[in-house]
C-alpha cells in the first residue's frame, strides 16, 4: 500500500512538473484548475451526502459535466495551435507579436472560476460558514458567466 501511495505521488509530481515547465504560468493555471475540479468533486459528494441525497446518477452527471470542461478546454487549445500556425505562416508578414496561446487560457479560466464558485457553495451545502460577501460575489460571477454564454 506504501508503495503504491510512493508512486501515485511520484507519477502526480512529475506530470505537474512537466506541465509548469512545458508551459509556464499557463501549466500552474491547468493545475489550478484541476485540482479545483477535483475539490469541486469531493465537496459535492460531501454535500450530497450530509444532505442525504447522493445518488450515483448525480455523480455520473457530474463527472459527464467535467469531461465536457475538459473536452472544451482541450478544443480551445487546438484551436491555440491553429491560430499560432496561420499566423506563423501568413504569407503578407508578420503580425506584431508572437501568438502563443489566448483561448485556452481563457476558456480554462471560467472554468476554473465555476468551479471556485461551486467549491464554495458546496463548501456552504456541508455546513462551512460563508461570508455574505462572497456569496454576493459568487452570485454577480454566476450571472455575469451566464450572461456571456
Do not use: Q
Request: net charge neutral; charged share 15%.
Amino acid at each position: 500500500m506504501e508503495n503504491s501511495v510512493k508512486a501515485f505521488k511520484a507519477a502526480l509530481s512529475a506530470a505537474v512538473s512537466l506541465l509548469t515547465t512545458l508551459w509556464g504560468w499557463f501549466g500552474w493555471l491547468m493545475v489550478g484548475w484541476i485540482l479545483c475540479m477535483a475539490l469541486d468533486i469531493a465537496t459535492g459528494m460531501a454535500a450530497g451526502l450530509r444532505a442525504g441525497e447522493w445518488s450515483s446518477k448525480k455523480a455520473r452527471e457530474g463527472l459527464l459535466h467535467k469531461a465536457g470542461c475538459v473536452a472544451a478546454v482541450t478544443a480551445a487549445g487546438v484551436l491555440d495551435l491553429v491560430v499560432g500556425m496561420l499566423t506563423a505562416s501568413l504569407p503578407a508578414g508578420t503580425l506584431p507579436f508572437t501568438y502563443t496561446v489566448l483561448l485556452c487560457p481563457i476558456t480554462t479560466v471560467w472554468y476554473l472560476l465555476a468551479e471556485v464558485g461551486s467549491v464554495i457553495e458546496n463548501a456552504g451545502s456541508m455546513g462551512a460558514p460563508v461570508p455574505p460577501w462572497l456569496k454576493k460575489a459568487i452570485a454577480a460571477l454566476r450571472d455575469r458567466l451566464e450572461e456571456d454564454t
